[in-house]
């Protein structure tokens, strides 16, 4: 018996030490194929559509908001090292995609993409999204669009946009109309920028705005 056990000793080791190998080698392809499926880490959590909202079960405002935490965590770490922000656009237009009446993200898009992203055309399409939403505070969203439209060289269309923003609710009325006339003003349209500063004036029951346009009005006439 104890012959038939000094057998058995190595042959049992040499089977642990080969199925020792074999887990081995198969963690390391576990390892490298998780490492590809993965990359970039950063982004790894991140859907790539809007898609994936019916997946949400009804909690998509709740993910918005968790993507929008990722956002503002990943602007702030690019910010403050590289200031490259190659994944920021997307982010920001999927959390607009999923909670369309998500304000903060529209307030980023209108006044950080342009600059840090040089990307106009994406904030534009972002904002132009959210004028179509109930989310509050509308008027800023066309006030944005007024100011991106007229930074970039098309003024008519930039003081339509903010004589827009005048009509909306919570509006501070009559200082947009007083920016909205100087841009049709700028754009060559002094007519319709007139024509807008009347119409505030005759429909505003305010005596503070009808005193305030009244200056913009002659103003107007007696410029250049």
Not at 89 to 109: G, Q, R, S
Request: glycine letters at 6%.
């Amino acid at each position: 018996m104890k012959r038939a056990a000094w057998w058995h000793m190595p042959l049992t080791v040499l089977g642990i030490a080969v199925l020792w190998i074999l887990l081995l080698g198969t963690q390391n392809k576990l390892t490298s194929f998780r490492a590809n499926l993965w990359a970039p880490a950063s982004m790894s959590l991140i859907p790539q559509s809007e898609k994936i909202k019916p997946y949400l079960l009804g909690f998509h405002t709740a993910y918005a908001d968790y993507l929008w935490i990722r956002t503002t965590i990943y602007f702030g770490s690019h910010f403050i090292t590289d200031k490259q922000y190659q994944w920021l656009v997307h982010m920001v237009d999927l959390v607009t995609k999923i909670n369309p009446n998500f304000y903060p993200a529209y307030e980023f898009a209108g006044l950080m993409i342009p600059d840090i992203c040089m990307d106009p055309d994406a904030a534009r399409v972002i904002l132009e999204r959210g004028v179509s939403s109930t989310v509050e505070n509308k008027w800023k969203l066309y006030f944005y669009l007024g100011m991106i439209y007229y930074k970039y060289g098309d003024k008519k269309t930039a003081a339509q946009y903010m004589a827009r923003a005048v009509t909306q609710p919570n509006a501070p009325g009559y200082k947009l109309a007083g920016i909205a006339a100087a841009m049709f003003k700028k754009a060559g349209e002094p007519a319709e920028g007139r024509d807008f500063l009347e119409f505030v004036y005759t429909t505003s029951e305010n005596p503070e705005v009808k005193r305030y346009i009244k200056g913009k009005l002659q103003a107007f006439s007696t410029s250049k």
